[in-house]
């Protein structure tokens, strides 16, 4: 089993930035993947960002050039720094991970952009 809990998340302005927490605990070792999704009011669950265990990093388009996923050395935490916040950022942000075929999902933490 891998726990992961967020931290991070609030209310910031239009054009600022917030920084993301992720720290797993468990059976972390074997963790392929790692990254960050979230969901909008109304919204289906959408991929943000992932890093992989060699450090290959995907992004969603919108986040492009804004949003950076980094890892620490082992696999016990990763972050996704956020700048240029847009209202249309405003989601509750889930940590993930996947073990192989599993997936595991953290609580969420809640991003709010106001304009």
């Known amino acids: 089993q891998v726990q992961l809990v967020e931290s991070g998340g609030g209310l910031v302005q239009a054009g600022g930035s917030l920084r993301l927490s992720c720290a797993a605990s468990?059976?972390?070792?074997?963790?392929?993947?790692m990254g960050w999704y979230r969901q909008a009011p109304g919204e289906q669950r959408e991929l943000v960002s992932t890093?992989?265990?060699?450090?290959?990093?995907n992004y969603e388009d919108s986040v492009k050039g804004r949003f950076t996923i980094s890892r620490g050395n082992a696999k016990n935490g990763w972050y996704l720094q956020m700048n240029s916040l847009k209202p249309e950022d405003t989601a509750v942000y889930y940590c993930?991970?996947?073990?192989?075929?599993?997936?595991?999902w953290g609580k969420g933490t809640l991003v709010t952009v106001s304009s």
């Open positions: 993930a991970a996947r073990r192989g075929h599993i997936h595991y």
């Open positions: 468990g059976s972390i070792f074997a963790i392929d993947v």
């Open positions: 890093v992989t265990s060699d450090g290959s990093t």
